[in-house]
C-alpha cells in the first residue's frame, strides 16, 4: 500500500545506505507492491535524484510497466534554469529598492489619473466628453437613493452614541439640554459628512473599483479604447458625478437623520421635550456650519469616486487583483477622507469658521 | 512571396516595420517586419505564450512598441498624436477572445453604441442598423439580450456584430475559434471569409488551430517563442510544403515532421 494518505514515504531509509560505503546500483522489487499512486512516484523521483547526484545507477526495471512510463515523463523534461523565479534568493536591499520604485511608479500614476479625469471633466464642461445620460441616472439612483438606509440607520446611531457620551459628562452639571448642542453641532460640522463618505467609501468605493477591475479582465475597457471611447469619460466620469452630485445630499440627510438620534436619547432618557430640543438644537447650528459640512461632505464625495475609479483602473486581470482593487479602493478612500477631514479642521479652524 | 493579385499594386493596409515588443526589461518578441496586404486574410500564427496576442494589442494601439513602427496605409500609427489616432482606430473593428461585449447593456446597445458616438443616426436608425448587424452574424431577434443571457458563440458573433457596427476597413480577430465547438468555430470561419469577400475588408487574424489557418489564411507570419523573433511568412499551405524552419514545419503538421 503506497498511497497519498498515509503521508509520503521518506526516502531517509535508502539514504543511509549512500552514507558511506555507497552502492553502484540500485534495483528495485515490486512483486509485493499493492496499490499505488503519485505517493510511490515522488519516493522514486526522489531516489532517483539522489542516485544521480551520487553517480549511482539507478534501475527502474523491476517497477510496474505504469510506474516506469510515469518515472520516465517526470524525468523527461529537465527543469527550467530560470523557471524558478529569484524570489528565494532576493536581498533585502533589491527588495526594498523594487518596493521604491514601485511606490514611485504608483505615485505617479496616481497624479497621472487625476490630471487626466480633470482634463476629461473639462471636456464634459465644453459638452465634448462621450458618455450616456442613462448611465448616470442609474448610478445616481445606485449611489444616491440606494444608499439612504444604510446612511439612515448609521448616521441615527451615531447621533444616539453622541448623546450618550455628552449626557453621562453634562448630567454632573444638570445641563444635559446642551446634549442638543453637542450633537448638532458635531453631526452638521464633521461628523456627518465623515461618516457618510466612510459609508460611501465602502459602498460606492469599492463597487466602483470591481466593476471598472472586472471590466479590464473581461477586456471590455480595451474594446472601447479600440472604438475611440475613452474608458475615463464613459465610465469614469459618470461615476465621480453621480457622487458628486449625491453626496450633498446625503451628508445633509445624514446630519438630520442624527439630530434625530440625538432627540431620541433627549426625549427618552434624559427628559426633554422635543420642542425644547429642536429649539436648543436650531440655536446651537449656524447655516454656516450647515454649508461647511455639506461642502465637506461633497469633496469627500470625489475623493471616495476617485479613489474607487482609480485602483478599478489600475486593476491587474485576474480574479484575485480585481479583489485586491476592491479592497486598496477602500482603503485609499477612507485613508484621503480622513487626511482630508484633519486638513479641514485646520484650515476652518484657521478661518475662524 | 506576393500577397496580391497580379497587376494591383497597392499600398499594404497594415505595415509592421522593424517592430520590438517588450514588457519592462523582457523582450517577447523582436525584428518583427511584415505587411498586411488589402483584402487578405493575415493570419498571426505560433505556440502558445509567443506573444501572438500581444502582437495585436500592438496593432490596434492597445501596447507600445518598444521599438520600431506600425503604419496603417502609409501613415505612421506609432507617431500619430492622440486626436489622429482615434480617427484611424475608429476604421478598424476588433473581435475580443471572450468577445468583451459591454455586460451592463444589450446586445442592441452593445452593436449601437458607436453608432450612436459617430454618426448622427437617430435612436431609431441606430436600432434598426444594430439589429441589421445582428442578423448578419444570426442574431436577429437577440436584440434585447444581455451578454450573460446568451452562449458563449454567440457572445462571440456579437463581438463581431459590434466590431463591425461602423464598416471598418480592417477587422481584427484575437483567437475567434477557442471556446467553441468544432461546427461553431466553422461557421465562424466561413463568416469571417464571407465577411471579407461582401466588404472587401483587411483581416487580420490570430489563432494557432491549424483546420483554420489553412481554410482561410492568404497570408501569415510565424512567431517563434524560443528565438524571439518571426521565422516564417507566407502562405500558410506553401509553408506547409515547403517552410524553410523545420520548427515552422512541424508547428503546421502537428508536430510530425
Redesign the interface.
Known sequence: MWRLEEGLPSTELVEREFGADPPRRIGFDAEGLGTWDSGILTFLVGVSRMGREGGVVVDPSGLPDGLQRLLALAEAVPEKEDARSAEGDRRLIALLGERTLHTHYLFWSDIEFVGQVTLAFGRALRGKA?FRGT?LALLIQQNGFDALPIVTLVTFLLGLILAFVGAVQLQTFGATIYVADLVGVAMVRDMGALITGIIMAGRSGAAFAAQLGS?KV???T????????SPLEFLVLPRIMALCLMMPFLTLYGDVMGILGGAFVGMTVLDLSAVEYFQQTAAAVSLQDLVGGIFKGSVYGVLVALAGCLRGMQSGKSSSAVGDAATSAVVTGIVAIIVACGMFAFLFYALGL | MEAHPAGEVATPAISVQDLTMAYGDFVLQRDLTFDIGRGDIFVIMGGSGCGKSTLLRHLIGLNEPAQGEIYYGDESFTRADDERREQMIRRVGVLYQSGALWSSMTLAENVGLPLGEFTDLTPPEIREVAALKLALVGLAGFEDYYPSDISGGMQKRAGLARAMALDPDILFFDEPGAGLDPISARLLDDLIVGLRDSLGATIVVVTHELASIFAIGTNSVFLDAETRTMIAQGVPSDLFDHAEDERVRRFLRRGED
Open positions: 462621450r448611465d471590466m473581461t477586456q471590455e480595451d474594446a472601447m479604447t479600440t472604438m475611440a471611447i
